[in-house]
């Protein structure tokens, strides 16, 4: 009986995948490729680096249309909510790869980001919390950038607010409707009508709507603009009304540079309809059969199997991670993987971040003390530690060549570091110190974390450093007591303590011992 009803379900779930292939191919009939899509390679100027093209599904070479300087648009967050690390991902992905065109081949990178600043999300919340919809976007916007500042994203050129844009934005679709190429719909909507491109699908192939509006010519034509309802408004040639959530981007990124753009990026699942719908109406808008040179894709991150998404309600805002991990460390974990695939968050999987981190501090600690003298073991081959010098810098020069490879490059990092630490702790005692490659390795590590936004611990260290301070002071209070309360004083240790004190003072540490007590401050002046 059991096997009959498997069967059953087995053929009425073939029926039903049959029953949408045929919906589908007819709800395509007047969408069909018109052309072969295909990605036209850019003129301009090469920069030996090849970046993943989602449209040919490979590795293309990097063009850039003016010499040395890539323009690049990145989608901005829906502020209604605090931002999460699903977010976070995307952003110091995209960090990453920004920097390693910047710093690393030293290309000049204009950064726009677009802030959705109104929308069915910002106006549900707005109402839940009884504010304004600007209060309520400008609150999570500013919160959005203060935990972007704290991961060590670089900031765009420009914040670009939709509301900023409205004007533009009804320039935008009005060009389109001229065009032919939308519709204003009986209740003053306007939608972009699929049938009228001939290159729809460039990106992914639309998979079957799940609903349909009966304003709309076919399922698959989106809105431009949405007519006003019981929510904020703007007047239009069309009636009272907003933009449409990917008229916004297009408008914004054309409006800031033209009919043409290097790299446009956000998660990945914009691919479908959000960088769709862009290519598709500013193709139309600009009278262009390619808009975005290249599409930039950043893996999901995942939780317990599941994308990390506030519909789930699965997510782990930005502060709170911080208040578990640190900024280096969560850059670390994202380092360690392809920016295009997704990953599986977990505290097991951040650990292999965090050991990764801690090797690497700890060697170029091991080096600087090797440097100055600090330990009497050691054993470095020059000759062989240049050698993989050599090897770690072209090994990393290609990986971060072909398409931005941050796993390869680790790994050579790592084999790098592997190698000083056997020469470093050979426990044969050399006479002679090796200092030029030593140092050589240990600014080379520096230099690559610090171009791919690892920050020197040292860089914001006022807060360790009291820390350590704070420490040492409480140690030192603690042996200081215990000298006192000797039935004879221990005067060795209290000449300690008191050396102590008189060498922090040369560093404007001032300590004062008040019987039992201890205080400490660092001298303004």
């Known amino acids: 009986m059991n096997k009959q009803i498997i069967k059953m379900n087995a053929s009425v779930k073939y029926l039903k995948y049959k029953l949408r292939k045929i919906c589908h191919r007819f709800l395509h009939v007047e969408t069909e490729q018109k052309r072969p899509v295909q990605w036209l390679k850019p ?10 093209n989602p449209i040919t599904k490979c590795n293309e070479p990097l063009i850039l249309k003016n010499k040395n300087v890539l323009t690049w648009y990145i989608c901005g967050p829906t502020v209604y909510d605090s931002a999460h690390i699903g977010h976070a991902t995307t952003y110091v992905r995209s960090d990453i790869i920004r920097r390693i065109l910047s710093d690393h081949f030293k290309i000049n990178v204009v950064m726009v980001m677009g802030i959705t600043d109104i929308d069915n999300k910002i106006i549900i919340r707005s109402k839940e919390t009884n ?71 460039k990106l992914m192939t639309p998979p079957l709507p799940d609903s349909t509006h009966p304003e709309k010519k076919s399922a698959l034509d989106f809105s431009l603009w949405k007519a006003a309802k019981n929510e904020p408004f703007w007047k239009s040639p069309w009636g009272n009304g907003r933009p449409g959530w990917h008229i916004e981007c297009s408008t914004i990124a054309s409006t800031v540079f033209g009919n043409s753009l290097d790299i446009h990026s956000g998660g990945a699942d914009l691919v479908f309809p959000h960088h769709e719908n862009e290519e598709a109406q500013s193709c139309s808008y600009h009278d262009v059969d390619q808009w975005v040179n290249y599409w930039l894709h950043c893996g999901h991150l995942f939780l317990d199997d ?21 900024a280096n460390q969560f850059r670390m974990f994202c380092l360690l993987y392809n920016y295009r695939n997704g990953i599986k968050f977990s505290d097991e999987v951040m650990l292999n971040a965090v050991n990764f981190l801690n090797k690497a ?15 009497s073991v050691g054993n470095v081959d020059e000759v062989a530690l240049f050698r993989c010098l050599d090897e770690t810098k072209n090994t990393i020069n290609l990986a ?7 796993v390869l490059a680790l790994r050579s990092i790592e084999k790098l570091i592997d190698t000083g630490n056997l020469m470093l702790h050979d426990s044969h005692e050399s006479t002679n ?6 140092a050589a390795v240990a600014n080379y590590i520096s230099s690559v974390f610090s171009m791919l936004g690892i920050q020197n ?22 042996v200081r007591n215990r000298a006192i309360e000797q039935n004879v004083k221990d005067k060795i240790l209290l000449t300690a303590c008191d050396e102590v004190r008189l060498n922090l003072s040369t560093f404007g540490v001032i300590i004062k011992d008040h019987k039992k007590e201890t205080s400490w401050s660092i001298k303004k002046y």
Do not use: W
């Open 43 to 52: 003129v301009g100027y090469e920069t030996n680096i090849t970046i993943y």
């Open 131 to 201: 504010q304004s919809c600007k209060e309520l976007a400008q609150h999570y916007e500013n919160e959005f950038i203060e935990d972007m500042d704290t991961l060590n994203v670089v900031r765009p050129h420009l914040y670009c607010r939709v509301t900023d844009f409205i004007p533009q934005i009804i320039q935008f679709v009005s060009n389109i409707v001229e065009k032919g190429k939308a519709y204003v719909a009986e209740d003053g909507s306007v939608y972009f009508n699929t049938s009228k491109y001939d290159m729809y699908g």
């Open 306 to 326: 599941v994308k990390m998404s506030k519909s789930l309600k699965n997510t782990i805002s930005i502060r709170e991670f911080l208040n578990k991990y640190t």
């Open 361 to 375: 501090e700890h060697f170029i600690c091991d080096c600087d003390n090797y440097i100055a003298g600090r330990c």
């Open 400 to 406: 971060l060549a072909n398409n931005f490879n941050t």
């Open 433 to 438: 110190r090796s200092i030029p490659p030593v």
């Open 457 to 478: 611990s040292e860089m914001s260290s006022e807060h360790k450093t009291n820390s350590v301070i704070e420490h040492l002071v409480k140690f030192r209070t603690i």
